[in-house]
């Protein structure tokens, strides 16, 4: 598992649940300790430099031929699609880039895709319940269709559609402390689809759109607050709470 800088200093029970998922498919997870940034923020700002630097940092941290599961399509779809054209002028690195972004993949695709059975579910209690699929999640890995159906097959579940869903929340890494006004505007419009579609609550695949969502939605003094998929499918399947969690 590649956990994400963002899962790890804002929202690690995200990423906790993640691994219990993982884990109750039978899967043995591992998490190497070194792993930081995926890059992205500074690729995003425009310094090719520095985002080469950190990614480099991590090409050695997954050597074995297995899956990398990212709880967040923004980093999978920067590790599987820029990660490649950072190193075009480094070949050895460009292929190990490549190698890489070949076994990248989305959670919710993992699950989707998975020939594994999923746990049956412990409650089928009504709740419905809005699908937020952040730009590059369905833009860049084609998580849309995968969040769509881990929702649509649980017991109980009533997926909703909101106004305008695939306009963006307004997060875009660091567009949202560079333009806050443009931003705090976009995560107002998507925090009003959000409301007005009636749901109970709202995932995302992705815990920079659910920072801004939340925050937004806090400011308002909203009931409605937004989980990581990995949290609702886990709660819904009635698995313990990992250690340390929530």
């Known amino acids: 598992m590649f956990a994400t800088c963002v899962v790890d ?3 690690p029970d995200a990423g906790l649940d993640a691994i219990a998922v993982l884990e109750r498919l039978g899967c043995r997870v591992h998490v190497p300790d070194a792993q930081t940034c995926c890059g992205q923020p500074a690729y995003t700002s425009g310094f090719p430099e520095e985002s080469r630097r950190v990614a480099a940092a991590q090409l050695d941290l997954f050597p074995q031929p297995w899956p990398i599961v990212v709880p967040s399509g923004s980093c999978a779809g920067m590790m599987r699609h820029h990660w490649p054209r950072l190193f075009e002028n480094d070949p050895a690195r ?29 409650t089928n209690d009504p709740v419905s319940v809005c699908l937020h699929t952040s730009c590059s999640a369905r833009r860049e890995t084609g998580a849309l269709a995968s969040g769509r159906r881990l929702l649509e097959a649980l017991p109980g579940v009533e997926l909703k559609i909101q106004a305008y ?19 705090a505007a976009m995560a107002g ?16 695949g992705d815990c920079g ?18 989980r990581h998929i990995a949290s609702f499918l886990r709660e819904r ?8 969690g929530a």
């Open 165 to 183: 869903e695939s306009e963006c929340c307004g997060f875009g890494g660091t567009f949202a402390v560079k333009q806050p006004e443009i931003s």
């Open 209 to 226: 759109c659910l920072l801004n969502l939340n925050g937004t939605l806090a400011r308002r003094e909203a009931a409605l607050q937004g």
């Open 237 to 244: 399947w009635g698995l313990p709470a990992p250690e340390g």
């Open 94 to 122: 460009q292929a190990q880039a490549r190698g890489i972004g070949a076994r990248v993949v989305e959670f919710s695709d993992f699950l989707a895709a998975t020939d594994l059975p999923l746990p049956v579910a412990a």
């Open 189 to 204: 419009d998507k925090a009003d689809a959000l409301s007005a579609s009636g749901c109970d609550a709202f995932v995302s």
């Open 9 to 11: 200093l804002f929202m």
